[in-house]
Structures are given as structure tokens and as C-alpha cells.
């Protein structure tokens, strides 16, 4: 391995580890809008790692890629996931099943076993962002732990999409994307997903008068 | 006009026009035509791929062959007698006041878009689109298991997409995988995920991203099929649901599920050179099998209770699998068919006794084959079948999986052979006085449309006592397919 690290790898490790810090900073804030504005930031973050991937590979999908990505998750998403919010008025979101410095130590112990699942796959990796892996996979956990620790139905959407985050960065890191067909495919199923979970949030709403998911907990086996 | 464009074409343009046009007096006609459409443009497809051998279409995109035109008829089929049983189920619920037009608008857009998801995910040759329309097809039905608004089935639908979205998360992070080892061999051109590419090299793929990627499409895709442990919303779903819907889930989406698994199952085998991929998915088998059999008797509920037996087979089926060779697979691919016949038969009945009785609780059921002896005939016939009764054929079937597991895994043996006793005993126990007891209701205002049963269960009793020649070369080809 060579001591002199590209400018544009360095670029790509930067994006990254940005992410991973936005995907605890998510972990770790409790009130829904600065949580969607996270979103939009981590969104906009792998926009432009991707720019610097197509532009230091010469990748020209990649460049369609990092449109969408910019579209999509910095600005459509965040701002249906706005609108949601003010239209139903969901009110600051201040609980957690676990408390917040343990969901972060249990973030790091997540990450660590994401980078030592990762390794191997990494070292066979032949791609400029391959250092990256890592980080993609520890931020699909920890936008998983997420999901598992909140009790609101925005922020686990939240979390779900931001584990699409991660997913797609490690699409990039490994291969430089997947072909442009199916990636459009995914963007198409991800905006369809969130239309609908629109939609549903307000069937939840009007049944049980608030978005608290612990409404859901009936059906269990006795 | 091309059969394959056929078969896709007529649920997506009827779905769409269907969400178009609303709830009109029509709709449920349309519903039905379509549905018919698409059956025979499928069951045209199947002749000609038989006679003419495997083919694709759009350049490479599609692909058909022996092992998915054989799903694509069977999904096509039911897709067909589950349109038949709901004109009048949804009339009835209309008239209860449980749906309203907009609902059942809804219903019908979403029952044949979801009827082309699963049909494009079936035929499909790019790994990544199969993705794409299994994810297409959770999105499809989420709105369907809470159609009624009950607390309960907004509930089950929340639990359904959720679980089902972080297990197709999963599926993709495996999908990458796979592309990441295709790439290697295959360069980066568009054809690294293409199947038919694929199982060309499949010797090639790196073993140790092959065997981590299908880990990941397992869990993945092993959620949508309703493996344990990840097998929570499966129940949740189906007794929440409308019973057409719970009888295209049960009989329809698992199936396609496990056909995404044995696809990779295919390549992961060729890449790893040992049996790894066949163990996990015994050992996944084994463990839903047994933990649905012990569910099913703290069962109240009529369609939780048969969502858990679903799951029992798709266990079984599983493991069928997992072993592999010649008559494993054979065995696996007929009972995938007679499970998918009879368990959405056995919804039919039941919807129909749900609806007699008003209720799904299944102590509140009683004497059906006095209100209704078709219904009660109908539904005790199909338990019989689905228990593995012979003559009908899921015997057969369960048969040569159990024979095949005593000869080459004999460990195995006594788990599969209590998980059935005891499914067995607790269905068993609990349809015959839903049948059989002392009741005092009437009538329904409209006639349950219940031949769709009857014809199931004949083909599941006739592929008991006699399969034709080519449906059984068709099984041998598919199932030499899966190695």
C-alpha cells in the first residue's frame, strides 16, 4: 500500500465519516424536525461522496446516481417528511426505550462488528472508496438500532430511510453502484414506500389520536 | 401479440384503469376478466415455453424457463379463483357496512398491481429488479391488510411493513454483495446481475462474498416467506387482512419469496462447492417448522391459526430444499403447487364461515355443516388435505420429503415427525367441532361463491392419485434446475 493517499480518496473517507457522525448524531436526537434535517444533511453528504467518486472514476452513471441521491433524500423526502409533520402536528419527541448514552455505547459496539464483518470484503474491493464499506455497513446498524430503540412512527421512518442511506453508500463504496436500472427501481420503491406511509400515518392518526407506536402492541401471542 | 407482454400487461393496465375509473358497477366484472386474461395468456406461456424450451424477452431483461413459467401459471391460477371468491365475499362485507366503495376501489387496483409484482418479480432475469418487485409487492399489499381500519389491522399492516422493509433491507445488502462478486468476473457492464449470466460463471464467484451475500438473501427474502424467528407480521397480517388477501399472501407471496431464495440458492452453490447454503436453509427450516407446529395450538383465532400452518410448510418446504438433489427438490416444487392450492382454499372456506358467523374467533364457529354444508364439507376437506391426509396429494408430497430426510439426514426425522404430530392434532382438534357442532344461524344475503374451493381441492386430490406425465417430466426438469 502506498504512504501517499489521493486527494480524491481522502475526499470520499471525509463524506464518510461524516455520515457515520450524522448516523449518531440521529441516533442521539431526540425532537423530529432537527432529526429530519439530519436526514436531509446525511442525504446531501452522500450526494456529494458520490460526485467525488463518479469524478475521481470517470463513472459517468454514477453522476445520475448522485442527482437522484440529491433529489430524493436532501430535498424530496425531507420535505414530505416536513409536511407530515405539520400537518399533523406531531408534537417534540422525548422518549426512547433506552436511554441515549447507552444506545450510543451499543452504536459502538455495532460498529466495531460492522467493520470486522466488512474487512474481508474491503481487502478483495478493487474500488477507490473501498475503505468506506465499513462505514456504509455501520450505518445501516446503527439507522437499524434506530428503528429499534424509538417509539414514534416518524423518527423509525427515519430510521428506515437512513438505513437505505447506508445501504447505498455501500453500493458505491463496493462496486461504484449497481447498474442505473435497478438503482431507479430502488429510488422509485423508496418514494412509493414514503407515499404510503403518508398515507398510513394518517389511518394511525385517526384511530388512536396520536403516532405513538406503543398504540401497537396488541397483537401478541397470548 | 407476445403471450409474456400478455401476461404482464393485463394486471398492470387493469390495475391502473381500475384506480382510474373508481368503484363502478363494472369493477368487479373487470376484476374477473382481467384475472381470467391473465390466466390463460399465462397458461398459453407455459405451453410454448414446454414445447419451444426457455426464452427471453425484452433483450435480456426477462427470462423464462421451465422452474419460473411453472410459478408464473400457478400464481396466475390462483390469482384467478381468488378474483372469483371475492365478487361476492366483498359484496357481503359491503353490505355489513365493514367496506366502503373507496376501499373496494382500492382493493381491486392493488389486487392486480400486486398480481404484476409478483409476476414480474417471477420473471425477471436482473437480481436487482427482483428486488425491486418484491419490495414493489410489500408496498402493494400494506394497504390492503389494513383495509378494514380496525385498530388490529392498522396494527398488522405497521408490523408487516416495517419487518418486511428491514428484511428486504437485508435482501439488498446482499444483492450488493452479489453484484460486488459478479463484478469481478464479469466486469462492469450491465450483465452482472443478470441470472443467465450468472449461472455461467457461477463457479468462479468468490466463495467467501458468496457465502456472506446469501446469508443476507436469506434472512432477507426468509422474512417475506415467514422464517422464524422474523416470522411475526406473517399471522398479524393474514388474520387482520380481507381473505382474498390473506389467500394470495399465504398462497401466493411466499411461494415467490422462496423462489427469489432458490435462485441465489443456485449460484451460492456453485460458488461455495459445499453444502453451506443447503444446511442454513435445513436449519432455518427445521426451527420455523417446529415453532409454528407449537404455536398453532394456542391458536383462537381461524385465520392466525391457518397463517401459523402456512408458515409450518413453508418450513417444511424450506428444508425440502435445503437437502437437495433430484427428489428433495421434486418433492419441494409439489408441495410449494398442493400448498399453495390448498391453503388458499382453506381461506376461501373460511372467509365465507367467518362471514356466516360473524367472527373469527373460532369457539364462536360451530356446526357449519348445518348452515352451510358446502362451506362445512368445503373447509373439513381442506383441513384434511393441508394435515397431509392421503389420498390427496400434499401426502405425497410430505411423504417423499419425510422418506428422503430418513435415508440422507436421519437426525432429522424425529423433529419433523413430532412438529407434524402436533400441527396435526391441534388443527385437527379444533376444525372438527367448527364443523360438526350445534349452531342456530341463518343465512347469508348473498351466495358465497365457493366452487373455487372444490376445484382446488380436486386438483390437490387428483395430483394425489395421479399426476399427468407432463406436469411430472415439467416438475423433474425445474427441479434438475436447482441442482
Known amino acids: 500500500m502506498s504512504t501517499v493517499v489521493p486527494l480524491s480518496a481522502q475526499l470520499i473517507n471525509l463524506f464518510a465519516a461524516v455520515i457515520l457522525l450524522l448516523a449518531f448524531a440521529m441516533l442521539a436526537q431526540r425532537r423530529v424536525l432537527p432529526l429530519i434535517n439530519l436526514f436531509a444533511l446525511q442525504g446531501l453528504t452522500l450526494c456529494l461522496s458520490t460526485l467525488v467518486v463518479a469524478f475521481s472514476t470517470g463513472q459517468a452513471h454514477l453522476y445520475g446516481s448522485a442527482a437522484l441521491t440529491l433529489v430524493l433524500k436532501a430535498l424530496l423526502l425531507p420535505w414530505i417528511l416536513h409536511r407530515l409533520v405539520r400537518k399533523l402536528q406531531v408534537k417534540s419527541d422525548v422518549e426512547g426505550l433506552v436511554n441515549i448514552p447507552t444506545t450510543m455505547l451499543i452504536g459502538i459496539v455495532l460498529v466495531m462488528v460492522a467493520f470486522n464483518v466488512a474487512l474481508p470484503i474491503s481487502q478483495l474491493a478493487s474500488t477507490i472508496s473501498r475503505g468506506t464499506l465499513g462505514i456504509a455497513l455501520a450505518s ?23 438505513m437505505e442511506n447506508g445501504l447505498f453508500l455501500a453500493a458505491t463504496s463496493a462496486t461504484y453502484g449497481m447498474p442505473m436500472v435497478v438503482e431507479l427501481g430502488i429510488a422509485l ?6 407515499i404510503i406511509l403518508g398515507v398510513f400515518f394518517f389511518q394511525i392518526r385517526e384511530q388512536f389520536d396520536s403516532l ?3 398504540h401497537l402492541e396488541k397483537l401478541k401471542e397470548r | 401479440m407476445d403471450l409474456f407482454v400478455l401476461t404482464l400487461a393485463i394486471p398492470l393496465v387493469s390495475g391502473l384503469a381500475l384506480a382510474a375509473a373508481g368503484e363502478r358497477a363494472w369493477a368487479p366484472n373487470l376484476n374477473l376478466i382481467a384475472s381470467l386474461g391473465t390466466f390463460l395468456a399465462s397458461a398459453l406461456l407455459t405451453a410454448e415455453i414446454v414445447a419451444a424450451g426457455p426464452r427471453f424477452a425484452f433483450g435480456e431483461m426477462f427470462f423464462i424457463d421451465s422452474l419460473n413459467v411453472f410459478f408464473v401459471a400457478l400464481t396466475a391460477f390462483v390469482g384467478l379463483t381468488t378474483s372469483i371468491f371475492s365478487g361476492p365475499y366483498m359484496r357481503n362485507e359491503r353490505e355489513h357496512g365493514r367496506l366502503t366503495a373507496a376501499r373496494l376501489r382500492l382493493y381491486k387496483s392493488m389486487f392486480q398491481l400486486f398480481m404484476f409484482t409478483m409476476l414480474a418479480a417471477l420473471t425477471t432475469n436482473n437480481l436487482g429488479i427482483l428486488w425491486v418487485a418484491m419490495e414493489a409487492a410489500t408496498l402493494t399489499t400494506v394497504l390492503l391488510v389494513s383495509l378494514y381500519r380496525t385498530a388490529a389491522s392498522l396494527e398488522a399492516a405497521w408490523k408487516y411493513f416495517i419487518l418486511c422493509g428491514v428484511g428486504i433491507a437485508q435482501a439488498l445488502f446482499g444483492t450488493i454483495l452479489l453484484y460486488f462478486a459478479a463484478e469481478r468476473v464479469l466486469g462492469e457492464t450491465g450483465n452482472a446481475l443478470l441470472w443467465t449470466h450468472l449461472v455461467g460463471v457461477k463457479g468462479q464467484l468468490e466463495p467467501t462474498v458468496m457465502a456472506l451475500a446469501f446469508v443476507f438473501l436469506l434472512v432477507g427474502y426468509g422474512t417475506k ?16 387482512g380481507p381473505t382474498p388477501v390473506s389467500a394470495v399472501l399465504s398462497g401466493l407471496l411466499l411461494n415467490v419469496a422462496l423462489y427469489a431464495i432458490l435462485r441465489v440458492k443456485v449460484l451460492a452453490d456453485g460458488a461455495i462447492q459445499s453444502g453451506f447454503a443447503g444446511s442454513l436453509m435445513m436449519g432455518f427450516g427445521l426451527l420455523t417448522l417446529t415453532v409454528a407446529a407449537f404455536f398453532l395450538s394456542r391458536q383462537k383465532d381461524i385465520k392466525r391459526m391457518f397463517a401459523y400452518s402456512s408458515i409450518e410448510h413453508m418450513g417444511l418446504i424450506t428444508f425440502a430444499f435445503g ?15 398442493l400448498h399453495s392450492l390448498t391453503k388458499s382454499a382453506i381461506f376461501f372456506a373460511v372467509g365465507h364461515a367467518a362471514q356466516k358467523c360473524g ?25 384434511l388435505a393441508i394435515l397431509g391426509m392421503p389420498p390427496f396429494g400434499v401426502f405425497a408430497s410430505e411423504f417423499m420429503i419425510l422418506t428422503h430426510a430418513m435415508k440422507h439426514h436421519p437426525w432429522a426425522t424425529p423433529i419433523l415427525l413430532t412438529a407434524l404430530g402436533v400441527a396435526f392434532a391441534a388443527i385437527f382438534g379444533k376444525v372438527q367441532p367448527m364443523v360438526f357442532g350445534e349452531t342456530h344461524l341463518k343465512r347469508l344475503p348473498h351466495a358465497p361463491a365457493i366452487t373455487p374451493v372444490f376445484v382446488h381441492l380436486a386438483l ?9 406425465p407432463y406436469l411430472v417430466r415439467w416438475f423433474h426438469e425445474a427441479a434438475r434446475m436447482l441442482g
Do not use: C, S
Not at chain 2, 390437490?460 to 399427468?468: H, R
Open chain 2, 359 to 383: 367472527t373469527q374467533v373460532m369457539e364462536d364457529i360451530r356446526g357449519l355443516i348445518k348452515i352451510n354444508p358446502v362451506i362445512g364439507w368445503g373447509l373439513m376437506l381442506g383441513t
Open chain 2, 323 to 337: 437437502m437437495g438433489g433430484p427428489v428433495a427438490n421434486f418433492a419441494g416444487l409439489l408441495h410449494m403447487t
Open chain 2, 460 to 468: 390437490v386430490l387428483m395430483m394425489g392419485l395421479y399426476i399427468p
Open chain 1, 140 to 162: 445501516v446498524m446503527l439507522a437499524f438500532l434506530m428503528m429499534i430503540v424509538r417509539t414514534k412512527a416518524i423518527p423509525q421512518v427515519v430510521g428506515f430511510l437512513a
Open chain 1, 189 to 194: 420503491d423508496v418514494l412509493v414506500g414514503a
Open chain 2, 225 to 240: 416467506v415467514g422464517l422464524a424467528p422474523l416470522h411475526n407480521w406473517l399471522p398479524d397480517a393474514h388474520a387482520e
Open chain 1, 212 to 214: 405513538d407506536i406503543r
